[in-house]
C-alpha cells in the first residue's frame, strides 16, 4: 500500500505560478512511477505529467509542455510539479499518482492515488 498526500494548490491570476507537492509513505517508493493528473468538472480525468522511478526520465500532455515541470525526490519520498504561466483551462483537481514500475497515461493502470487537491486559475 503506498499513501499520497497532496498539497499547493490554490487560487492564482492567469500568468501565475503555483508548485504542487506529494508526499508518499508506505512501500518503497522509489519502485514506483509517479505522475500527475487533473480532472475538471465534467470531463475525464485526463493525463499531465509523469516521472520514471530514477527521475531520468519526464513525460507531459502537450497542453502544458514548456509551462509545468515535474521532480522527484527518492530521500524524501516526494514529487513536486512546479506550474508555471497557468491559464484558466488548467484549472482542476490535481491527483498524484504511483505505478508500479514504468509510468503511464492511463488512469485505469495507475495503482494509488492521492485525494486531490483544487487548483484555480482566474482569468
Known amino acids: 500500500q503506498v499513501q499520497l498526500v497532496e498539497s499547493g494548490g490554490g487560487l492564482v491570476q492567469t500568468g501565475g505560478s503555483l508548485r504542487l507537492s506529494c508526499a508518499a509513505s508506505?512501500?518503497?517508493?522509489?519502485?514506483?512511477?509517479m505522475g500527475w493528473f487533473r480532472q475538471a468538472p465534467g470531463k475525464e480525468r485526463e493525463f499531465v505529467s509523469a516521472?520514471?522511478?530514477?527521475?531520468?526520465?519526464?513525460y507531459y500532455a502537450n497542453s502544458v509542455k514548456g509551462r509545468f515541470t515535474i521532480s522527484r525526490d527518492n530521500a524524501k519520498n516526494t514529487v513536486s510539479l512546479q506550474m508555471n504561466s497557468l491559464k484558466p483551462e488548467d484549472t482542476a483537481v490535481y491527483y498524484c499518482a504511483a505505478k508500479l514500475a514504468r509510468p503511464t497515461r492511463e488512469p485505469n493502470e495507475i495503482n494509488y492515488w492521492g485525494q486531490g487537491t483544487q487548483v484555480t486559475v482566474s482569468s
Open positions: 508506505g512501500r518503497t517508493f522509489s519502485n514506483y512511477a
Open positions: 516521472i520514471t522511478w530514477e527521475g531520468t526520465s519526464t
